[in-house]
């Protein structure tokens, strides 16, 4: 994105670091020292430039539905504010709050402001040097917390329903931080990410080998080798060479010879076994021609009743149809029915146009509301 001539005048040599959309030709620029909101030509203002200083010693914000507001508080100076889309809030929040910080000295001039989070009160920047920590209302002030990952030791979570807690230990204390769980994996990716990049490893595996304390592993290593030792003389009592009982026996018949393995997994009967058969049920035997009679006999008198049944429905139709019905002088009753439901259909249908009329009339007052809204954002 091209920076517009009007905003190059105001850069006094400075580099721009971050530039964020805000709708249209609107764009939020910031440089090291300063955030510069940029206001293209419209219906409601001509172009022009905001101009807001880092130099502050803390941020608000206020979010409403349509348009937020960040507020930059100078201490005896006053404050200054500037709006930007809901939408875009936390977008343009973060190069600015990135700047504050770099501007009161809480990070350095070659770190890097990776990721911001606020949850509630709770505001949370990743850095390629560090993790910050801030409970209040505001943003940022100078009642902060820091953890440098050149003393951070073990990275870890303990899940919860609602909310969970990312736990960094550092210079051999745990600190917790409290984030809702829905978004606590991400943000623990953030930090493992940040912090594997500033030891220069690939996985937490290999940091963690890399702060591990060496004489602690190398006890570690010592008590696993005795381990090991005593686990193989315990695995193998019978060292002396004697070869272990075999744990599938041979089958001995009644004489004591060994009955050959084919035998064992034939399914046929053995030489001199007595056949076995079922024994026959108790009671008379069944007839298959008796239970065949039967059944002929019962179908047969099912489809003589059926076809009874047919022909007097075909007689009664008949004589409706001759009764002379249709020459009787009344109306159908399916004639009633369909015109019960045109009358539904078109109250349906009125109702649902009146609905559309409501819905017309507010969707102009929102667009009346919005350019009342624009012109004062502006």
Do not use: C
């Amino acid at each position: 994105m091209s920076v517009p001539g009007i905003v190059q005048s105001r850069l006094d040599g400075e580099q721009v670091a971050a530039q964020v959309p805000l709708g249209g030709e609107d764009v939020l620029f910031v440089t090291p020292s300063r955030t510069l909101i940029y206001r293209a030509d419209g219906l409601l203002s001509d172009e022009s430039v905001e101009e807001y200083s880092h130099d502050a010693e803390r941020i608000e914000i206020s979010d409403g539905r349509r348009k937020a507001a960040v507020q930059l508080d100078f201490g005896i100076d006053g404050t200054e504010k500037f709006k930007v889309p809901s939408s875009r809030l936390y977008e343009a929040l973060h190069p600015v709050l990135a700047g504050v910080l770099n501007a009161a000295g809480v990070t350095g001039p070659d770190e890097t402001v990776t990721q911001t989070y606020q949850f509630s009160e709770l505001t949370l920047v990743i850095t390629s040097d560090r993790v910050v920590k801030h409970v209040g209302a505001a943003v940022w002030d100078e009642d902060y917390e820091e953890f440098r990952f050149e003393d951070v030791t073990r990275l870890d979570v303990e899940e919860g329903n609602v909310s969970s807690q990312i736990i960094i230990e550092s210079a051999g204390r745990p600190q917790r931080i409290k984030t809702p769980s829905d978004q606590t994996r991400e943000v623990r990716e953030r930090i493992e990410r940040a912090l594997l990049d500033y030891h220069g490893v690939s996985s937490y595996e290999e940091f963690a080998r890399e702060v591990r304390d060496p004489e602690t592993e190398s006890d570690a290593e010592t008590e696993g080798e005795v381990e090991s030792a005593s686990g193989d003389d315990r695995a193998d009592p019978l060292a002396g060479g004697v070869d272990p009982i075999e744990a599938n026996p041979p089958e001995l018949d009644d004489d004591g010879a060994i009955i050959d393995d084919d035998a064992g997994v034939t399914t046929g009967e053995r030489p001199g076994d007595e056949p076995t058969t079922d024994p026959t049920p108790s009671g008379e035997p069944v007839s298959a021609e008796a239970d065949s009679d039967d059944a002929v006999a019962h179908a047969n008198e099912t489809e003589s009743a059926t076809a009874d049944a047919s022909v007097d429905t075909d007689g009664w139709s008949e004589e409706t149809t001759a009764s002379g019905f249709a020459d009787s002088g009344f109306e159908p009753a399916s004639s009633e029915l369909e015109a019960d439901d045109t009358d539904v259909r078109l109250e349906a249908l009125t109702e649902a146009v009146e609905r559309q009329n409501e819905l017309l009339a507010a969707q102009q007052r929102t667009l009346e509301q919005l350019v009342e809204e624009l012109s004062r954002g502006r």
